[in-house]
């Protein structure tokens, strides 16, 4: 079996939001897989970077320039470099079948406290998600909790009748 041709996989990666930086796309991916397990998802966050080739594309869909450092705000510089890496998040389930890169960023040689930055700031979101959807469902094991507590405390109409 071959892969696509080119000009396909262009046409795929361009119906989806996948600029650099958090990907939406991908936490409301593992937000439907939470809602859908009754148990917490247990997942590794995987970081590596990757060379790529340093250049400067016209990009059509954003019109402007792509290949500069892009980090989500969190690196600003005077002068824009151009990328010699994409540095890519990567949650993995420890408990189903599933990777999902869940952001990335064009780097040029980023340094600790950069990367720290950037680790904590992905951490923090997908934390966020995860906390959500556990409240989501505590609201509902408490809401039924207490709609059993209540129906177990009102008296019953057989046993007043009877009396």
Known sequence: MSLPHPAM?????????????FLDESHAYIKSIAEQQETALDCALIIDSMSIRKQI???????????????AGIVEGSEPSVASEALVFLLVSMSMKFKVPIAYFFVDKINSAVLSQLINVCLTITFKMSERHKRRKTKALVDKHMLDLQEASEPSTESSSHE
């Open 57 to 71: 594309l016209w990009d059509k869909s954003r019109s402007k320039y792509a290949g500069y450092v892009e980090c």
């Open 9 to 21: 996989l262009r046409t795929w990666v361009s119906t989806a939001n996948c600029f650099p930086g």
